[in-house]
Structures are given as structure tokens and as C-alpha cells.
């Protein structure tokens, strides 16, 4: 059975698997985001911080999607998508897949907005972090 919160982060997913980034509309105007790992690393604060942060990053690559390998709700507030990343270098030409082929998104939502974001650019370190390492192992890799 599908919740509120799952639907949201599927519909934000949605659009990232087109490439299209565009919107900021599920954020809450306070939105945390946050990369742990890969090549910009860092936290930003509102919807203008997070809009600097991905076209920071966004703008090394072509053609980059978001592809979601799995969802899961680990809680009333909380949704994981277990993903993978598609794009080229725009100076290296060099595809993203052959860097990092496994990652994770967090999503924390609140009363219909999602109020923080942290991208984790090792799936393994996002299961550690929330405890869910040992069922990695098994289920999820």
C-alpha cells in the first residue's frame, strides 16, 4: 500500500528519471539538502541553496538521470530510494555508471513537503548510517 509520502518522493523521482530538475515545488521553502561523498560534497540550506547546489554538480554532466532501483518507507517521515545515476562527462566524456553505480536519497517529508534531502553517493554508507547495513548484505545489494 502506497502512503502519501511515497507517493511524493515517486512523483520528484518521476520527473529526475526525464532529466528534468526543474521543479522545487514538493520542497519545503527551508529544505535541507545535503551530499555525503562524490565529486561536490557539501549542505545547503531553502530552495535557492538547493537549486545551487545541484546545478553546481549538474553542471559537469550531460544528460543526467536519476534511475530508482527501490523504495522503502523507514518511518512515518522518512522514504529511501535506493538508486542509480546515468550521465556523461561534459569535459571527460567518460560515463557516470562506470564511477558510481550505486547510490541512495533520503528524503525526510513533513506535512506534505519534503524538508530534507541527504544524496548519498555510497549506497552502503546511506544503509550503515540508518542501520540497515546487515539487511544490505542480503536484500538489497
Same mark, same amino acid.
Given at each position: 500500500m502506497? $502512503? #502519501?509520502n511515497? /507517493?511524493?518522493?515517486?512523483s520528484i523521482h518521476a520527473a529526475w528519471e526525464r532529466g528534468d530538475f $526543474?521543479? #522545487?515545488e514538493w520542497a519545503h521553502p527551508d529544505i535541507e539538502y545535503e551530499n555525503v561523498g562524490g565529486p561536490s560534497p557539501g $549542505? +545547503?540550506?531553502g530552495r535557492a541553496g538547493m537549486a545551487e547546489g545541484m546545478r553546481d554538480?549538474?553542471? #559537469? +554532466?550531460? /544528460?543526467?538521470r536519476v534511475n530508482v532501483d527501490q523504495y522503502r518507507e523507514l518511518d512515518g517521515e522518512r522514504v529511501l530510494a535506493l538508486t542509480s545515476y546515468s550521465a556523461r562527462g561534459k569535459k571527460s566524456g567518460l560515463e557516470?555508471?562506470?564511477?558510481w553505480t550505486k547510490a541512495a536519497l533520503l528524503f525526510h517529508v513533513r506535512g506534505g513537503k519534503v524538508t530534507r534531502i541527504v544524496s548519498y553517493w555510497d549506497r552502503e554508507n546511506a544503509l550503515a548510517d540508518l542501520g540497515l547495513a546487515q539487511e544490505a548484505s542480503t536484500r538489497l545489494s
Amino acid at each position: 500500500m502506497s $502512503s #502519501a509520502n511515497l /507517493d511524493l518522493v515517486q512523483s520528484i523521482h518521476a520527473a529526475w528519471e526525464r532529466g528534468d530538475f $526543474s521543479s #522545487a515545488e514538493w520542497a519545503h521553502p527551508d529544505i535541507e539538502y545535503e551530499n555525503v561523498g562524490g565529486p561536490s560534497p557539501g $549542505s +545547503w540550506t531553502g530552495r535557492a541553496g538547493m537549486a545551487e547546489g545541484m546545478r553546481d554538480f549538474l553542471s #559537469a +554532466w550531460k /544528460d543526467f538521470r536519476v534511475n530508482v532501483d527501490q523504495y522503502r518507507e523507514l518511518d512515518g517521515e522518512r522514504v529511501l530510494a535506493l538508486t542509480s545515476y546515468s550521465a556523461r562527462g561534459k569535459k571527460s566524456g567518460l560515463e557516470l555508471g562506470q564511477m558510481w553505480t550505486k547510490a541512495a536519497l533520503l528524503f525526510h517529508v513533513r506535512g506534505g513537503k519534503v524538508t530534507r534531502i541527504v544524496s548519498y553517493w555510497d549506497r552502503e554508507n546511506a544503509l550503515a548510517d540508518l542501520g540497515l547495513a546487515q539487511e544490505a548484505s542480503t536484500r538489497l545489494s
